[in-house]
């Protein structure tokens, strides 16, 4: 009798058949499932290239957290609860307010500006990338002072289209107070990309997401009192020529003057440009002469004063804060309405350049003696002559134009306004010396040729 045919082969193959199949299967849905994750991955962190203020650890840190939030449905940029920040942030408190938003809001200007228009009832939205520039733990500091007053700070950089696309999809803004960039006249020797990136790019790119914003936000920006460069004529008026810059910084700021009047023509963006002439006060930067000064007195080292090359005294025209912020305001309260609708113009539009000083200069010699005064401390003085690294010698502003149109007048005189920034000095990083109650008159404070 015949044996039956052994089937055990038959059965082996089948199920190594049905194994590969299933491996197969598991390949592919592993592969799938990679292929999601990295879009992901790289739709959320920046461009390898990107420039080194905006690709800090902090914001390593930040782009992670925006990745596995929006992977994973948490409550990071896009979700629920940020989504409902953002709209609450910026949702005006008064009848016909302004919803603002401000760019560079961690920053100095920035964070003043922003108090100043929550207080008053506009809904404030900010956006900053908390770069190493300068210390950014004074960032966070003016960020947790903003979070108190209920104004919310997105964390992102300029050069991220979809971020600021996702933010004009969540919130119909009226107003955009442009502040981000790179600042600093000397650092642009060492880091000349990132002016590029921030100051020129940057723009470009919050330009173009407002241009096809529907409505048009109107648009205040920050230029700068460096675009006058090696302009002799005093003082420095809208009128007088700005096409031989000093500085690469400078040269960017006034780069974007003139891509300002470019969206203004093409778009319809109703832009309005200021030119800060030495900001100081309280929450300042530490990259500042005031500031360092301040600092390197303290501490008894030497300060570094400028003379120019034929050995005359350095000036500023040193202008307060909160002059500084009333002009801002002002800018926005007069800012027409964009003229554009979707990217196509429909008429024209406003393009204003303002500046925004003192109109009172001061040598530094002078600046550094008040300082003595209200530390009773003794300066180190080094007096040497300026390095051919950007800086000017003189600044003075001729403001009557901001007069004019939205009442730009300054009031705070550099003693009163230096006496302040003391006093919140030693507060908040715990100083105790012996400042002074009283400040001298000026005609009291110890005269310096340096």
Same mark, same amino acid.
């Given at each position: 009798?015949?044996?039956?045919?052994?089937?055990?082969?038959?059965?082996?193959?089948?199920?190594?058949?049905?194994?590969?199949?299933?491996?197969?299967?598991?390949?592919?849905?592993?592969?799938?499932?990679?292929?999601?994750? #990295?879009?992901?991955?790289?739709?959320?962190?920046?461009?390898?290239?990107?420039?080194?203020s905006s690709n800090n650890n902090n914001n390593n840190n930040h782009h992670r957290h925006r990745f596995l939030s929006s992977a994973f449905g948490g409550g990071g940029v896009g979700g629920a609860s940020?989504?409902?920040?953002?709209?609450?942030?910026? =949702?005006?408190?008064?009848?016909?307010?302004?919803? #603002?938003? #401000? =760019?560079?809001?961690?920053?100095?200007?920035?964070?003043?500006?922003?108090?100043?228009?929550?207080?008053?009832?506009?809904?404030?939205?900010?956006?900053?990338?908390?770069?190493?520039?300068?210390?950014?733990?004074?960032?966070?500091?003016?960020?947790? +002072?903003?979070?108190?007053?209920?104004?919310?700070?997105?964390?992102?950089?300029?050069?991220? =289209?979809?971020?600021?696309?996702? +933010?004009?999809?969540?919130?119909?803004?009226?107003?955009?107070?442009? +502040?981000?960039?790179?600042?600093?006249?000397?650092?642009?020797?060492?880091?000349?990309?990132?002016?590029?990136?921030?100051?020129?790019?940057?723009?470009?790119?919050?330009?173009?997401?407002?241009?096809?914003?529907?409505?048009?936000?109107?648009?205040?920006?920050?230029?700068?009192?460096?675009?006058?460069?090696?302009?002799?004529?005093?003082?420095?008026?809208?009128?007088?020529?700005?096409?031989?810059?000093?500085?690469?910084?400078?040269?960017?700021?006034?780069?974007?003057?003139?891509?300002?009047?470019?969206?203004?023509?093409?778009?319809?963006?109703?832009?309005?440009?200021?030119?800060?002439?030495?900001?100081?006060?309280?929450?300042?930067?530490?990259?500042?002469?005031?500031?360092?000064?301040?600092?390197?007195?303290?501490?008894?080292?030497?300060?570094?004063?400028?003379?120019?090359?034929?050995?005359?005294?350095?000036?500023?025209?040193?202008?307060?804060?909160?002059?500084?912020?009333?002009?801002?305001?002002?800018?926005?309260?007069?800012?027409?309405?964009? =003229?554009?609708?979707?990217?196509?113009?429909?008429?024209?539009?406003?393009?204003?350049?303002?500046?925004?000083?003192?109109?009172?200069?001061?040598?530094?010699?002078?600046?550094?003696?008040?300082?003595?005064?209200?530390?009773?401390?003794?300066?180190?003085k080094h007096v040497i002559k300026m390095p051919r690294n950007g800086d000017v010698p003189y600044t003075h502003a001729n403001v009557s134009l901001a007069f004019r149109d939205f009442g730009y007048k300054?009031?705070?005189?550099?003693?009163?306004?230096?006496?302040?920034?003391?006093?919140?000095?030693?507060?908040?990083?715990?100083?105790?010396?012996?400042?002074?109650?009283?400040?001298?008159?000026?005609?009291?404070?110890?005269?310096?040729?340096?």
């Amino acid at each position: 009798m015949a044996s039956p045919p052994d089937k055990s082969k038959t059965i082996k193959l089948e199920r190594y058949n049905s194994y590969i199949r299933s491996s197969k299967l598991l390949f592919r849905a592993t592969i799938l499932v990679a292929l999601i994750l #990295v879009f992901l991955f790289t739709f959320n962190y920046p461009p390898l290239n990107s420039s080194p203020s905006s690709n800090n650890n902090n914001n390593n840190n930040h782009h992670r957290h925006r990745f596995l939030s929006s992977a994973f449905g948490g409550g990071g940029v896009g979700g629920a609860s940020w989504e409902k920040q953002v709209r609450h942030s910026s =949702t005006p408190r008064r009848p016909n307010g302004m919803s #603002v938003l #401000v =760019t560079g809001a961690a920053g100095f200007v920035g964070s003043h500006c922003s108090l100043a228009l929550k207080k008053r009832g506009d809904g404030v939205l900010g956006l900053d990338n908390f770069n190493s520039y300068y210390d950014p733990s004074l960032k966070r500091a003016r960020q947790d +002072l903003l979070s108190k007053h209920q104004i919310f700070i997105v964390e992102g950089d300029l050069n991220d =289209t979809p971020l600021l696309k996702k +933010l004009f999809d969540v919130v119909p803004f009226t107003h955009i107070l442009h +502040l981000a960039a790179q600042a600093g006249v000397r650092y642009a020797m060492q880091n000349p990309q990132s002016y590029v990136a921030s100051n020129i790019a940057g723009f470009v790119n919050l330009l173009e997401v407002a241009k096809a914003a529907n409505p048009q936000p109107s648009i205040v920006w920050a230029s700068s009192s460096s675009v006058y460069g090696l302009n002799t004529q005093n003082p420095f008026s809208e009128l007088h020529r700005t096409d031989q810059p000093a500085s690469l910084y400078a040269a960017t700021k006034k780069a974007g003057e003139e891509i300002a009047h470019t969206y203004n023509h093409i778009y319809g963006l109703s832009l309005t440009g200021l030119r800060f002439f030495t900001v100081y006060g309280p929450w300042g930067r530490p990259d500042m002469a005031y500031f360092f000064f301040t600092k390197d007195i303290l501490q008894g080292k030497g300060i570094d004063v400028y003379q120019t090359q034929d050995g005359k005294e350095v000036a500023r025209d040193f202008t307060y804060i909160d002059d500084v912020v009333k002009g801002c305001v002002g800018a926005l309260d007069t800012a027409e309405k964009s =003229t554009g609708s979707g990217g196509k113009k429909r008429g024209p539009a406003q393009l204003r350049i303002y500046n925004l000083g003192n109109t009172s200069p001061v040598p530094v010699g002078k600046l550094v003696g008040i300082l003595e005064s209200l530390l009773n401390v003794k300066a180190k003085k080094h007096v040497i002559k300026m390095p051919r690294n950007g800086d000017v010698p003189y600044t003075h502003a001729n403001v009557s134009l901001a007069f004019r149109d939205f009442g730009y007048k300054p009031t705070t005189d550099l003693a009163s306004g230096l006496r302040k920034f003391v006093k919140w000095y030693v507060g908040y990083y715990g100083i105790q010396p012996r400042v002074k109650k009283e400040i001298p008159n000026a005609s009291e404070q110890p005269e310096d040729s340096a």
